[in-house]
């Protein structure tokens, strides 16, 4: 397990659980240091207008364009304050580069702890030692590990201020083949039954059934020996919240190298969200998918409607005919215009996680619900492990790849599903209601 771990943003510390090995987070006071670095909007704050659901659109946030390439290093978090976690504007993360050779000692000095900083907001010490990050800083793989930390890290700080009844697990585990990762579940609490933010950063030699995975999608590999090293990062999550009128909710991004037998590297990205409510609530959706739409129109505004029909197709249970969830965005094998390119588009995303979901829980945890409604959440739980068991494939990478850790790729199934014989809600009912949008999805933002 890590050595002890930074505080959160000047509003958490660690405390380590030596039965277990692993670190829960906990109420404690603020580390002034940090603190500085922290920014939160709170609902009603700032001059800029606001949402109907305290989704903060001032400037310099997260949902404007450009911000994501020319913003300043800044150690990204959220202040304590329920009403700040929903409206959060997250800071944009900024491009990481060399430290000119013009530049001193002092300002090496400065640029150095400027990432030291940066990574103790993170729920962990990132995977990469810091030491090694700080040397190839403008690499792609540094940049992409800070970027998932950071999103972990706010996922984590914006649930856990929701659900004041729980505290996170934090698991750090190592691959013997190579890399590690970081799982963090906060499981049984008064809002949430079930939230895990898991962060991998493995490499190795892809094994031959994922290498067949990849090949399915087109990809043609050149192996080295019959063998293809790799070298793949990304941050997943799934929240399963306990009241049925607060929809479930998963996220991934993802970034995959791989050197073939010529020295050659193919890279890509991929990764998406996507909402699953057990009952349908058009505000809701409308909210979801505009936030969505917002952060891809910053870049192409071709994105959207191109990967919202991606997630459509993509989230099929196909034995049933019907969609997992009402969709969201989803992208694959994402390697054009270019590398820094794709990587700002999926900063927007990570960054939209937050103001496109945690309103939303806000909004219903305590919505009352009948016996009833619970019983139908629980089998739509059950097709969502159907789902993911059978079609994911980002949980059939998992399982294919040698030295995986279980525990944090099957995190995303629910504490509690129920599938009975021959369920078939009434017509026109609610239940009847969302069954016709996961078989006929919808245009939800024109």
């Known amino acids: 397990m890590a050595s002890s771990l930074g505080r959160l943003c000047g509003c958490r510390f660690w405390r380590t659980a030596p039965e277990h090995g692993s670190r829960r987070l906990q109420a404690g006071p603020p580390s002034p240091t940090v603190g500085r670095f922290c920014r939160a909007r709170f609902l009603g704050a700032g001059s800029g ?20 390439r020319r913003a300043p290093w800044l150690v990204a978090g959220l202040a304590a304050g329920l009403a700040g976690l ?37 729920m962990a010490p990132p995977v990469t030692a810091v030491s090694e990050m700080r040397a190839r800083r403008g690499d792609m793989k540094t940049q992409m590990e800070l970027l998932i930390m950071e999103t972990q890290a706010q996922v984590c ?35 949430f039954e079930k939230a895990g933010v898991s962060v991998s950063v493995v490499h190795g030699t892809l094994s031959e059934e994922a290498a067949k ?51 050659n590297k193919q890279w890509w990205f991929g990764g998406g969200c996507d909402l699953t409510p057990t009952y349908l609530n058009q505000e809701d959706a409308v909210h979801f998918h505009k936030t969505l739409k917002e952060a891809c129109d910053q870049h ?12 459509d197709d993509y989230f099929v249970i196909k034995h049933r005919g019907e969609r997992r969830g009402i969709g969201g965005i989803f992208f ?48 739509r739980r059950g097709r969502y492990v159907e789902f993911n068991l059978l079609y994911d494939r980002g949980t059939k990478f ?7 850790r279980i525990e944090s790729i099957l995190m995303s199934l629910p504490l509690t599903a129920r599938w009975e014989y021959m369920h078939v809600p009434s017509k026109n009912s609610k239940e009847a209601e969302i069954l016709e949008v996961l078989h006929h999805p919808k245009d939800w933002v024109h």
């Open 213 to 263: 995975q990849m090949k399915s999608r087109g990809k043609v590999l050149k192996t080295i020996n019959g063998q293809l090293p790799f070298c793949a990062m990304g941050v997943s999550s799934v929240i399963h919240p306990k009241n049925p009128h607060a929809p479930t909710f998963h996220f991934n991004y993802r970034y995959f190298e791989i050197e073939e037998a010529d020295g």
């Open 49 to 68: 207008p606001t949402r109907g659901l305290g989704y903060d659109r001032s400037p310099g946030g997260a949902g404007l364009g450009g911000g994501a």
């Open 157 to 191: 700080q914006a649930l856990a201020q929701l659900d004041r009844g729980a505290s996170f697990s934090v698991d750090r585990w190592e691959r013997k083949e190579g890399g590690g990762g970081i799982s963090c579940v906060l499981q049984d609490g008064q809002v």
């Open 300 to 311: 192409d505004p071709s994105f959207y409607p191109k990967f919202k029909k991606w997630c």
């Open 398 to 404: 998992g399982l294919f790849t040698p030295g995986s």
């Open 86 to 122: 929903a409206a959060a504007s997250l800071p944009p993360l900024a491009r990481a580069e060399m430290v000119p050779r013009s530049e001193g000692a002092t300002g090496a000095q400065e640029r150095a702890d400027e990432l030291a900083l940066r990574c103790s907001s993170f």
């Open 332 to 379: 694959d094998d994402l390697d054009s215009p270019s590398k820094e390119d794709v990587f700002h588009f999926v900063q927007s995303c990570a960054h939209a996680v937050v103001p496109s979901y945690i309103p939303l829980v806000k909004k219903h945890c305590n919505d009352p619900f009948t016996s009833q409604e619970k019983q139908w959440q629980q089998l």
